[in-house]
């Protein structure tokens, strides 16, 4: 099956500055490719999302990069402010319905 | 337009007792997963249902774990003779369609057993 790796597993930033958090795959299959944001105690929320045939995605002040050859993704967040602060997850399927998920990344943004 | 609700959000039981978790998905979503998450670990797949069939149970442990979904009311996913190992928040997640590729997450589950 899938492996997804996930670094790194804390990450803390001033805020305004910008995070990025990186995974990678195993399965060349895989071509679907969310994040989710948890804050504590509560449901992941998907955030962004990106698909085999795209390289890279925006949505505001957040961005997903794909790299298929290499086999990673990254997700990019851009003048980060508290409210980013949680633990984020990468994850990767091939079916559309068993996902793989990456270990998570805790986030602390800096006031 | 309901989300994915899961109860009880918390539950206690001893060792030996009987879990069981429900999950109601989204309305018109008729595709239930279920997931675990150990502390500070990411989620791990157990099972995909669909109404009256499963259809992947790769990550189930073989024993003492079962799940359904019925035609009619919320997936339940059952673990019997529950032991401290079992302690973690269950996450159910829902879509529309077989291989829709967007899961909406429910709430969790925190299961401890002491």
């Known amino acids: 099956g899938e492996n997804v790796e996930q670094h790194p597993s804390t990450l803390s930033v001033q805020e305004g500055d910008s995070a990025v958090i990186k995974c990678t795959y195993s399965d060349s299959a895989s071509n679907y490719f969310p994040w989710y944001k948890q804050e504590l105690g509560k449901r992941p929320q998907l955030i962004i999302d990106i698909r085999s045939n795209v390289g890279e995605k925006k949505d505001q002040r957040i961005a997903v990069t794909l790299n298929k050859t290499a086999k990673h993704f990254s997700l990019h967040i851009t003048e980060t402010q508290p409210e980013d602060s949680a633990v984020y997850f990468c994850?990767?399927?091939?079916?559309?319905?068993?996902?793989?998920f990456g270990t998570g990344t805790s986030l602390t943004v800096i006031p | 337009n309901a989300g994915v609700m899961q109860n009880p959000r918390h539950l206690v039981r001893r060792r030996g007792q009987e879990a069981r978790l429900r999950c109601s998905p989204m309305?018109?979503?008729?595709?239930v997963y279920w997931y675990r998450q150990l502390p500070e670990e990411g989620l791990k797949f157990m099972v995909y249902?669909?109404?009256?069939?499963?259809?992947?149970e790769s990550g189930m442990p073989k024993e003492r774990f079962s799940a359904e979904f019925p035609k009619e009311g919320p997936s339940i996913l059952r673990i019997q003779q529950v032991v401290r190992g079992d302690s973690a928040a269950y996450f159910c997640?829902?879509?529309?369609?077989?291989?829709?590729?967007?899961?909406?997450f429910g709430p969790g589950t925190r299961l401890t057993v002491t």
């Open positions: 309305k018109g979503h008729s595709h």
């Open positions: 994850a990767a399927t091939y079916t559309g319905n068993q996902f793989y």
């Open positions: 997640a829902s879509s529309p369609s077989r291989g829709s590729y967007e899961q909406y």
């Open positions: 249902l669909q109404k009256e069939n499963i259809i992947d």
